[in-house]
């Protein structure tokens, strides 16, 4: 949802944050048998049964099974088996795979990422099982309208302003390895912003599109009037339920009527609309130890509460009860890696949550289970039967009874594969208070001392997509020649290569004392600085804790001659300056040689 709403890229902050545990398979594809093992096989708890898996699937499930010579037993008694779980709604990237696999969630169903990113780890699937991570599908690049939601991260995304063009929007997003199309429906005016965004008839257009292609068109919604745009333009699921209003009485039965699914994502609309959504199960002992030190912050963060936003959490709710008495498929999506998410983890709450909404135990397993298997045609997996992937979860005790059992993990297998879970690194300060006090304002570099030094923090260093698999070049020097006739500026020259959506190189500010380390601007209202370069667009990006590392992106044009720029805080999605983690200029909206100079550079 918005603010990182969705999302999305981490961009720089994959290589600075600390390094998260990753499950990893230690043996081969070998023959396990579950004895005496209560099974929920996707729809139902089917009772206490034998299963036997080989060769990466599911072989046979009886009261009672032979050992096959050199099987592995596993003493199921007073457990239970599970399909994998899927998730339904996330944006990956970096290891939010590995991260989500250590959670027995052994699918996710990516919403908005780069398409590269997308694309091999599809490559690495086709070649077969992928033991040491979740398997991925995705919606690669959103549709979305000029500067519409989706376009604040940092990314090339190719908008859409005519019905005209939606034919050519799909078929390019196919091209690129979409598995279905995601459409942003979403003015912001839910969250306190006013965003431009897609008109019915472009929406209908689009969905006629991914229809005519067989695949399947899914839309982000941000209030009860865009849930209705949606579903009447022919949507075949809604990612989010509103928090904007209560639902109209007959809501639940216009979803059905329309055949529509629903993925409510109450995980991140309860961080929106109250606090974080899962902060409380980092004190889980059955979670705590496997949570890794990004996914701390992440999960201890939520959104900012701005002024003229309008949200209730029981709203949600609300809408879910209907949706259930109209019999509406429900699936289970978390919007990890959002404010007050995780990888994984979320997924947990998410179950959690959809019993509080009014789902029993065994609808919730199946909205993760079974259910999303079944509408994104994932026909090889989300339920145990003979013959379909060996992705399972080993819980103790009983989930059909005790929603909360899911979190004792007692393994996970992956095509057959036993995954082993290695408790995360502990960090020292998983979410650092601030370094500074907030009493920092003044000039922060004008160069002419003829460094790179600042007047706090470590400066300034370069940063380039080559910490993301990229092949941007950047180089920074001090030169003659200032704004204002000053002595010196800070030059940073270089290439934005080809090859991945959100390419970028330039210089980067860091406030704290240490990388990435948040720092306390709160008594500055704005970045002030003066630019000039080569005429192109560059990006302003503002990294802050509180969004979850995601940098809050507003564009600027450096002209031929020197140029000043102020940009209020609040033009960053409405931050407030309290937890700054790094600022960075970047060239990257087009490839090809760029030249910027800064100069004066202050908080004000």
Do not use: C
Request: glycine letters at 10%; zero cysteines; aromatic letters at 6%.
């Amino acid at each position: 949802m918005r603010a990182r709403l969705l999302h999305l890229f981490t961009i720089a902050s994959v290589a600075w944050l600390a390094s998260a545990h990753i499950a990893t398979a230690q043996s081969e594809i070998g023959v396990t048998l579950f004895r005496h093992v209560r099974v929920f096989d996707g729809t139902r708890n089917i009772g206490q049964r034998d299963v036997l898996i080989g060769g990466g699937r599911i072989s046979a499930i009886a009261n009672s099974i032979a050992t096959p010579a050199g099987a592995t037993v596993v003493d199921g008694s007073g457990a239970t088996l599970l399909p994998g779980l899927i998730d339904s709604h996330t944006h990956a990237y970096g290891d939010a795979l590995q991260q989500a696999l250590v959670f027995g969630v052994t699918t996710e169903l990516d919403m908005f990422t780069d398409p590269n990113f997308a694309a091999s780890m599809r490559a690495e699937q086709k070649k077969g099982n992928v033991a040491d991570r979740a398997d991925l599908y995705s919606a690669g690049i959103l549709a979305t309208a000029p500067k519409g939601h989706g376009t604040e991260y940092g990314i090339t995304v190719p908008t859409i302003t005519s019905p005209d063009s939606a034919q050519a929007w799909v078929d390019a997003r196919i091209a690129e390895g979409s598995d279905y199309i995601k459409i942003i429906i979403d003015d912001g005016s839910t969250y306190g912003v006013h965003i431009p965004t897609l008109s019915q008839p472009i929406v209908a257009a689009l969905v006629r599109a991914a229809h005519a292609r067989g695949k399947l068109a899914v839309a982000h919604i941000g209030s009860l009037a865009d849930a209705r745009m949606a579903i009447n333009a022919g949507v075949d699921g809604l990612e989010h339920l509103f928090i904007d209003h209560s639902p109209d009485s007959d809501f639940g039965r216009f979803v059905a009527s329309h055949h529509a699914f629903i993925t409510p994502t109450l995980t991140v609309l309860k961080s929106i609309a109250e606090t974080s959504g899962v902060a409380d199960l980092a004190a889980d002992p059955r979670l705590s130890p496997f949570i890794s030190p990004a996914s701390r912050v992440s999960i201890n963060s939520s959104f900012p509460k701005r002024q003229g936003a309008r949200t209730s959490y029981a709203f949600a709710e609300s809408t879910v009860k209907q949706l259930l008495a109209a019999n509406v498929r429900i699936l289970a999506g978390t919007d990890a890696p959002n404010p007050g998410t995780g990888h994984g983890i979320a997924l947990h709450r998410e179950l959690e949550l959809l019993v509080h909404a009014g789902l029993s135990p065994s609808q919730a397993l199946a909205a993760a289970t079974s259910t999303p298997a079944r509408v994104f045609s994932l026909k090889d997996r989300g339920t145990i039967a003979v013959g379909k992937r060996a992705d399972l979860l080993l819980v103790a005790g009983d989930p059909t009874t005790d929603i909360t059992a899911t979190r004792d993990i007692k393994g996970i297998w992956k095509g057959g594969v036993k995954v082993t879970r290695t408790p995360a690194p502990t960090p020292a300060a998983a979410s650092p208070a601030p370094t500074s006090n907030g009493s920092v304002v003044g000039l922060i570099s004008n160069f002419d001392d003829g460094t790179t030094r600042a007047s706090l923090g470590l400066g300034w260093i370069v940063s380039t997509d080559q910490l993301a698999g990229g092949q941007s070049t950047a180089e920074m020097k001090v030169v003659d020649g200032g704004a204002n006739g000053t002595a010196k500026s800070l030059e940073t020259t270089g290439t934005v290569a080809p090859g991945l959506s959100y390419a970028w190189a330039g210089p980067m500010f860091m406030p704290g004392a240490k990388s990435m380390e948040p720092t306390n601007l709160s008594s500055a209202k704005s970045l002030h600085f003066w630019a000039k370069g080569d005429g192109k667009t560059y990006h302003v990006m503002i990294f802050a804790q509180s969004m979850g590392y995601t940098p809050l992106t507003v564009d600027f044009v450096a002209g031929s001659e020197w140029k000043e720029y102020t940009f209020p805080f609040s033009a960053f999605q409405g931050i407030d300056g309290h937890d700054i983690m790094g600022i960075a200029f970047t060239a990257g909206s087009a490839p090809g040689p760029f030249t910027l100079q800064l100069d004066e550079v202050s908080f004000r």
